[in-house]
T-cell receptor, first 120, second 113 residues
Framework: NAGVMQNPRHLVRRRGQEARLRCSPVKGHSHVYWYRQLPEEGLKFMVYLQKENIIDESGMPKERFSAEFPKEGPSILRIQQVVRGDSAAYFC??????????????????FGAGSRLTVL | KQEVTQIPAALSVPEGENLVLNCSFTDSAIYNLQWFRQDPGKGLTSLLLIQSSQREQTSGRLNASLDKSSGRSTLYIAASQPGDSATYLCAVGGNQAGTALIFGKGTTLSVSS
């Protein structure tokens, strides 16, 4: 039973290019969270998604950043026209939806190993 | 707005020592609190989860306590080992299920042999 899989683990981009980070949640988990960890900083929440829906994107920068979690396939965090300040580790986490619809198991997050983006 | 603070930011101890890591949060209306471990360049490993109705959780040499009313949690590590060297992160969940975890900046622990 694989955990949360993130790829690529390391990504190097030049300023102005696009970065796409992928996250495959734990099998059976329907909730995905993206976090960003800047050097010397804590993890900052970016966005919370369920299948095909964005639930909370209050932590997402208003421009250049987008996220999706399609019905089929992994969740994607997309950063357009990257700048040096986007260099960070991006972590994905997933959580289950407990049967009956009650999210009593939510917030029990399983994290991936992260994708480290370096912008030159 | 929930804010999570961890003290100290860094801690160095000799092997075998018992130690306490502190976490405080500003809004006591939390759903749960989790302690994670992060090794350099790696992801997060969940250590202990305390639901808002609980006072403490134990796993091996680790014991985490929660005092919601005062907005505090502690992580107690008994008989520390060099393998315990890592950054320990405290995170609180919002007042309802499904809300995002808010993290502290962590305490970086170094245990020397």
């Amino acid at each position: 039973n694989a955990g949360v899989m993130q790829n690529p683990r390391h990504l190097v981009r030049r300023r102005g290019q696009e970065a796409r980070l992928r996250c495959s949640p734990v099998k059976g988990h329907s909730h995905v969270y993206w976090y960003r960890q800047l050097p010397e900083e804590g993890l900052k929440f970016m966005v919370y998604l369920q299948k095909e829906n964005i639930i909370d994107e209050s932590g997402m920068p208003k421009e250049r950043f987008s996220a999706e979690f399609p019905k089929e396939g992994p969740s994607i965090l997309r950063i357009q026209q990257v700048v040096r300040g986007d260099s960070a580790a991006y972590f994905c986490a997933s959580s289950p939806l407990i049967s009956g619809g009650a999210l009593t198991g939510a917030n029990v997050l399983t994290f991936g190993a992260g994708s480290r983006l370096t912008v030159l | 707005k929930q804010e999570v603070t961890q003290i100290p930011a860094a801690l160095s101890v000799p092997e075998g020592e018992n130690l306490v890591l502190n976490c405080s949060f500003t809004d006591s209306a939390i759903y749960n609190l989790q302690w994670f471990r992060q090794d350099p360049g790696k992801g997060l490993t969940s250590l202990l989860l305390i639901q808002s109705s609980q006072r403490e959780q134990t796993s091996g040499r680790l014991n985490a306590s929660l005092d919601k009313s005062s907005g505090r949690s502690t992580l107690y590590i008994a008989a520390s080992q060099p393998g315990d060297s890592a950054t320990y992160l405290c995170a609180v969940g919002g007042n309802q299920a499904g809300t995002a975890l808010i993290f502290g900046k962590g305490t970086t622990l170094s245990v020397s042999s």
